[in-house]
């Protein structure tokens, strides 16, 4: 039973970390930016959620779709105004993308403070079952969390702009010939991946206090799941998602969460050594 | 040019060191806090300039705050727990990076581009965790403290007359780095990778020296540091002192020696000098940096270097206007390496199931120019990338003169005399062409890891010399000056091939020489490779389209069609065979 609850929790910390590579590696795909600012807007989402139920009044779940449509649109502007500039230059688009996450997160600091913030679930309390709890968020996590991979999954197999976004990512100057504008379709990476990462930040929130260098763990991690899953696979990154999460899980019930990160590391050096692009990549 | 080069980098030099002098001193009557100011920025100099090498060859590192710690802990270590003469434990925190950095580099330098830097980023957090978790020896996140001063330099005021020595030394030191032939070398691999390597230059093993060299001097300003603070904690070497390190490179520009000098002196003085308050430091300093970034995404310099060239006339380079001769003056070099035989034996290769090159077999003789020819996607491009190493054939044998190709890095085949050009990364775009040319030239004179990390590489009169030869030879003295990337394509094309050639060639393969280009600059190439025939010198295989010229350029030619040789023989054969007509020339 207690192996059951490692791998409950598991899937939990796996479905968050999912949420956030899934985002990150189809920018990456489209625009060829390592997005830093994803960690921002992990955060950004805790704290849409806690001053859309604590100031504005609105219910949890209302909060959470708020913090999807305000960091998506965040995402989308940055994409406008900031990121297309370093199209394809990765190394340049890399730091121009660490610059803004430092600046935002100064910010945060600046304007809220260091005062952690809550927020309330509706669903508090646990299922029992035997011995087996069940914590009630973390299940309405992973349910969230799955869905929307599954839209995501669906939208980008088999809808119109899905197909759009998997022409651009092979080849933007063969997609342009087909009468699609690259730009459209990486404005709306950006938002999609924005507003996954807005939303994990808000389903974390009743489970963690927002501050703003909340989202730098889940980043690195989200980093480590894109790299092994192969960079521009959602099927990879997920996969690789849950691998890590399961291992987060396993570490810190077991060991310490502090050591958490450089064991990962670890291991995730050890496997590039092994295979340089990654488990499920494929030899360019 | 020379003149106006070293005159302009006389006066850079005379300016610099006046600058320098009067910051020096007045410093130094500046009170502790603003020599503590100077001290720091020095080090942040001399960070920034060593992990700049690395950058140069295109990979960003985040894994200089590993090495800047690690020397810090090995030099703490060594001074308090081992008692170690303080000199010499400044010299082990060196030679513990030069060592750890030997080891992790090969395989993690394996890794390009984002991978890289994710396992670099990595090799951050795993020393920190190691650094935070290990507290029998490293004392956990309380860190080491009591650590002595270096001997002879007792005091604030000491310190900072020695760090002003250092930064003169790290200054000269990769000045020298960046005037000898591996300052180009590892510019060339940053910009063109597949170029560079076909100029025999060999990536992974220049990209490991560069990571090596890097880590061995933020090990010794680790251990600088450690002496200078006294205390040692694995809060000081986290990630973000890798983010700011790499800053440093991206404001002031990594193509420039200055950049990272300006970049370090932004980041660490700006608040100071502006007095920013402690609480908004972060806020400004970050979005200036930003902006910086975003404005200018290659760097400060890359601007204010622009700058004066939009007054400066540019005379518009003319070429491929008629030549005096009439195309049958022989186009020779100076110290020619005699032809070669070459010869393909059984070569196979295939992607997945398309099989690319089935059974080839041919040979050129010494000074024969063999056409390669077919229609697209017969696996033209392919034989070549066999040829040069950069694909490795699934069975066969390339042999030149008798000697094994197969099997060879694409350096090492450059090493042996075949080298190819390519069809569309020609050059080198942002080298002047004669930085190009020599480049070239380097492929034929393997030189001492001495001599190609430290002689100047204007001190190599043999090769500028040739790489003047060269472009005399080639018509290019009008451009030599200019950046490759600012010339017109036919003009490129050019340039790419007198690279190959200034490399002393003993077998030439040339990727469709003429595609893309104007009637004139097609003419105009086709009577430079009629001349260099003329020599029987090279032997030259060309892959091109252009049929007329194909005919009239080559001995004889062999037909591809789905990897396979249909048919070889004198151009007048090929033209009258049937099957070649049906599938190709139609």
């Given at each position: 039973?207690?192996?059951?609850?490692?791998?409950?929790?598991?899937?939990?910390?796996?479905?968050?970390?999912?949420?956030?590579?899934?985002?990150?590696?189809?920018?990456?795909?489209?625009?060829?930016?390592?997005?830093?600012?994803?960690?921002?807007?992990?955060?950004?989402?805790?704290?849409?959620?806690?001053?859309?139920?604590?100031?504005?009044?609105?219910?949890?779940?209302?909060?959470?779709?708020?913090?999807?449509?305000?960091?998506?649109?965040?995402?989308?502007?940055?994409?406008?105004?900031?990121?297309?500039?370093?199209?394809?230059?990765?190394?340049?688009?890399?730091?121009?993308?660490?610059?803004?996450?430092?600046?935002?997160?100064?910010?945060?600091?600046?304007?809220?403070?260091?005062?952690?913030?809550?927020?309330?679930?509706?669903?508090?309390?646990?299922?029992?079952?035997?011995?087996?709890?069940?914590?009630?968020?973390?299940?309405?996590?992973?349910?969230?969390?799955?869905?929307?991979?599954?839209?995501?999954?669906?939208?980008?197999?088999?809808?119109?702009?899905?197909?759009?976004?998997?022409?651009?990512?092979?080849?933007?100057?063969?997609?342009?010939?087909?009468?699609?504008?690259?730009?459209?379709?990486?404005?709306?990476?950006?938002?999609?991946?924005?507003?996954?990462?807005?939303?994990?930040?808000?389903?974390?929130?009743?489970?963690?206090?927002?501050?703003?260098?909340?989202?730098?763990?889940?980043?690195?991690?989200?980093?480590?799941?894109?790299?092994?899953?192969?960079?521009?696979?959602?099927?990879?990154?997920?996969?690789?998602?849950?691998?890590?999460?399961?291992?987060?899980?396993?570490?810190?019930?077991?060991?310490?969460?502090?050591?958490?990160?450089?064991?990962?590391?670890?291991?995730?050096?050890?496997?590039?050594?092994?295979?340089?692009?990654?488990?499920?990549?494929?030899?360019? | 040019?020379?003149?106006?080069?070293?005159?302009?980098?006389?006066?850079?030099?005379?300016?610099?060191?006046?600058?320098?002098?009067?910051?020096?001193?007045?410093?130094?009557?500046?009170?502790?806090?603003?020599?503590?100011?100077?001290?720091?920025?020095?080090?942040?100099?001399?960070?920034?300039?060593?992990?700049?090498?690395?950058?140069?060859?295109?990979?960003?590192?985040?894994?200089?705050?590993?090495?800047?710690?690690?020397?810090?802990?090995?030099?703490?270590?060594?001074?308090?727990?081992?008692?170690?003469?303080?000199?010499?434990?400044?010299?082990?925190?060196?030679?513990?990076?030069?060592?750890?950095?030997?080891?992790?580099?090969?395989?993690?330098?394996?890794?390009?581009?984002?991978?890289?830097?994710?396992?670099?980023?990595?090799?951050?957090?795993?020393?920190?965790?190691?650094?935070?978790?290990?507290?029998?020896?490293?004392?956990?996140?309380?860190?080491?403290?009591?650590?002595?001063?270096?001997?002879?330099?007792?005091?604030?005021?000491?310190?900072?007359?020695?760090?002003?020595?250092?930064?003169?030394?790290?200054?000269?030191?990769?000045?020298?780095?960046?005037?000898?032939?591996?300052?180009?070398?590892?510019?060339?691999?940053?910009?063109?990778?597949?170029?560079?390597?076909?100029?025999?230059?060999?990536?992974?093993?220049?990209?490991?020296?560069?990571?090596?060299?890097?880590?061995?001097?933020?090990?010794?300003?680790?251990?600088?540091?450690?002496?200078?603070?006294?205390?040692?904690?694995?809060?000081?070497?986290?990630?973000?002192?890798?983010?700011?390190?790499?800053?440093?490179?991206?404001?002031?520009?990594?193509?420039?020696?200055?950049?990272?000098?300006?970049?370090?002196?932004?980041?660490?003085?700006?608040?100071?000098?502006?007095?920013?308050?402690?609480?908004?430091?972060?806020?400004?300093?970050?979005?200036?940096?930003?902006?910086?970034?975003?404005?200018?995404?290659?760097?400060?310099?890359?601007?204010?270097?622009?700058?004066?060239?939009?007054?400066?006339?540019?005379?518009?380079?003319?070429?491929?206007?008629?030549?005096?001769?009439?195309?049958?003056?022989?186009?020779?070099?100076?110290?020619?390496?005699?032809?070669?035989?070459?010869?393909?034996?059984?070569?196979?290769?295939?992607?997945?199931?398309?099989?690319?090159?089935?059974?080839?077999?041919?040979?050129?003789?010494?000074?024969?120019?063999?056409?390669?020819?077919?229609?697209n996607g017969a696996g033209k491009t392919t034989l070549?990338?066999?040829?040069?190493?950069?694909?490795?054939?699934?069975?066969?044998?390339?042999?030149?003169?008798?000697?094994?190709?197969?099997?060879?890095?694409?350096?090492?085949?450059?090493?042996?005399?075949?080298?190819?050009?390519?069809?569309?990364?020609?050059?080198?775009?942002?080298?002047?062409?004669?930085?190009?040319?020599?480049?070239?030239?380097?492929?034929?004179r393997p030189a001492s890891l001495y001599e190609t990390?430290?002689?100047?590489?204007?001190?190599?009169?043999?090769?500028?010399?040739?790489?003047?030869?060269?472009?005399?030879?080639?018509?290019?003295?009008?451009?030599?000056?200019?950046?490759?990337?600012?010339?017109?394509?036919?003009?490129?094309?050019?340039?790419?091939?007198?690279?190959?050639?200034?490399?002393?060639?003993?077998?030439?393969?040339?990727?469709?020489?003429?595609?893309?280009?104007?009637?004139?600059?097609?003419?105009?190439?086709?009577?430079?490779?009629?001349?260099?025939?003329?020599?029987?010198?090279?032997?030259?295989?060309?892959?091109?389209?252009?049929?007329?010229?194909?005919?009239?350029?080559?001995?004889?030619?062999?037909?591809?069609?789905?990897?396979?040789?249909?048919?070889?023989?004198?151009?007048?054969?090929?033209?009258?065979?049937?099957?070649?007509?049906?599938?190709?020339?139609?």
């Amino acid at each position: 039973m207690f192996i059951v609850q490692v791998v409950f929790n598991g899937i939990t910390a796996g479905a968050t970390i999912a949420l956030m590579s899934i985002g990150l590696t189809l920018i990456f795909s489209i625009l060829g930016i390592v997005n830093f600012v994803h960690g921002i807007m992990f955060a950004l989402g805790a704290l849409v959620a806690h001053f859309a139920t604590q100031s504005v009044g609105l219910d949890y779940l209302s909060a959470v779709v708020a913090a999807a449509l305000l960091v998506g649109l965040f995402g989308l502007l940055l994409e406008r105004f900031g990121f297309r500039r370093f199209e394809n230059l990765v190394l340049e688009g890399a730091v121009f993308a660490i610059a803004l996450a430092l600046f935002l997160e100064a910010a945060m600091w600046a304007i809220l403070g260091g005062s952690p913030r809550s927020v309330e679930t509706p669903f508090s309390g646990v299922f029992r079952l035997g011995d087996l709890i069940i914590n009630k968020h973390r299940l309405f996590v992973v349910v969230v969390a799955f869905t929307l991979i599954g839209a995501l999954s669906f939208f980008i197999r088999y809808s119109r702009y899905g197909r759009a976004i998997r022409a651009v990512q092979q080849d933007p100057y063969a997609a342009r010939l087909q009468g699609i504008e690259p730009h459209t379709i990486s404005m709306l990476v950006f938002a999609a991946g924005a507003a996954l990462a807005g939303i994990a930040g808000a389903l974390i929130v009743p489970m963690q206090l927002a501050l703003p260098d909340m989202g730098t763990a889940p980043l690195l991690l989200a980093f480590v799941a894109i790299i092994l899953g192969g960079v521009g696979s959602v099927g990879g990154a997920l996969a690789a998602a849950m691998v890590l999460g399961m291992l987060q899980s396993v570490i810190t019930t077991f060991w310490s969460p502090q050591i958490t990160l450089g064991i990962v590391f670890a291991a995730t050096i050890l496997i590039l050594l092994v295979l340089p692009e990654g488990l499920f990549g494929r030899k360019s | 040019m020379k003149r106006d080069r070293s005159m302009k980098s006389k006066l850079t030099a005379a300016l610099a060191a006046v600058a320098l002098t009067i910051a020096v001193v007045s410093v130094s009557f500046a009170g502790p806090y603003m020599i503590h100011v100077a001290i720091l920025t020095v080090f942040a100099i001399v960070l920034g300039l060593s992990h700049r090498l690395l950058m140069l060859a295109g990979q960003a590192s985040f894994a200089h705050a590993a090495f800047y710690g690690i020397g810090a802990y090995v030099f703490a270590l060594s001074t308090t727990s081992a008692g170690l003469f303080s000199w010499l434990a400044l010299i082990a925190a060196a030679v513990a990076c030069v060592a750890m950095a030997a080891i992790v580099g090969p395989p993690a330098l394996r890794t390009r581009g984002p991978y890289f830097l994710v396992v670099s980023f990595g090799f951050v957090v795993v020393v920190g965790s190691v650094l935070h978790s290990w507290k029998s020896v490293t004392n956990g996140s309380s860190g080491i403290i009591g650590i002595p001063k270096l001997a002879g330099i007792p005091d604030l005021g000491t310190y900072y007359w020695a760090s002003i020595v250092l930064l003169a030394i790290a200054l000269v030191a990769f000045l020298a780095l960046d005037r000898a032939r591996w300052g180009l070398q590892l510019r060339a691999l940053g910009q063109t990778p597949k170029l560079a390597e076909a100029t025999g230059i060999n990536p992974g093993f220049n990209m490991v020296l560069a990571f090596v060299v890097g880590a061995g001097v933020a090990g010794l300003m680790g251990g600088f540091y450690a002496s200078y603070i006294g205390f040692v904690a694995p809060s000081a070497f986290t990630l973000w002192v890798s983010v700011f390190i790499l800053s440093y490179s991206v404001i002031g520009g990594a193509n420039h020696f200055l950049g990272p000098v300006i970049g370090a002196m932004y980041i660490t003085l700006t608040p100071v000098l502006f007095n920013w308050s402690e609480r908004f430091t972060p806020l400004l300093i970050t979005a200036s940096f930003a902006i910086i970034v975003f404005v200018a995404p290659k760097g400060i310099l890359s601007v204010v270097k622009r700058i004066p060239r939009r007054f400066k006339e540019t005379p518009a380079p003319e070429l491929a206007g008629p030549s005096t001769d009439n195309g049958v003056t022989p186009l020779d070099f100076t110290g020619k390496r005699a032809p070669a035989r070459l010869e393909v034996r059984g070569l196979c290769h295939n992607f997945g199931g398309v099989k690319t090159a089935q059974n080839i077999a041919f040979q050129a003789e010494p000074g024969e120019v063999l056409g390669v020819i077919g229609p697209n996607g017969a696996g033209k491009t392919t034989l070549f990338n066999l040829l040069s190493g950069f694909l490795k054939p699934k069975g066969g044998q390339i042999l030149i003169d008798g000697e094994r190709l197969d099997n060879l890095s694409p350096a090492a085949i450059v090493n042996k005399g075949l080298i190819r050009t390519f069809q569309s990364t020609v050059v080198f775009e942002d080298m002047t062409v004669f930085e190009n040319i020599l480049i070239g030239v380097w492929a034929s004179r393997p030189a001492s890891l001495y001599e190609t990390m430290v002689t100047p590489r204007s001190w190599a009169s043999e090769d500028v010399a040739k790489a003047n030869e060269i472009i005399e030879r080639f018509d290019l003295g009008a451009v030599a000056k200019l950046s490759a990337g600012s010339l017109p394509y036919g003009t490129k094309k050019l340039v790419g091939l007198a690279v190959g050639v200034a490399g002393d060639p003993r077998v030439l393969c040339l990727d469709e020489p003429m595609a893309g280009m104007t009637g004139a600059e097609v003419e105009h190439m086709v009577k430079i490779l009629q001349r260099m025939k003329a020599t029987r010198s090279i032997t030259i295989l060309i892959v091109e389209h252009r049929m007329p010229a194909v005919m009239g350029l080559c001995d004889r030619i062999v037909t591809l069609n789905f990897g396979q040789i249909i048919a070889t023989g004198t151009p007048a054969e090929i033209q009258s065979n049937s099957l070649v007509r049906e599938i190709y020339l139609g």
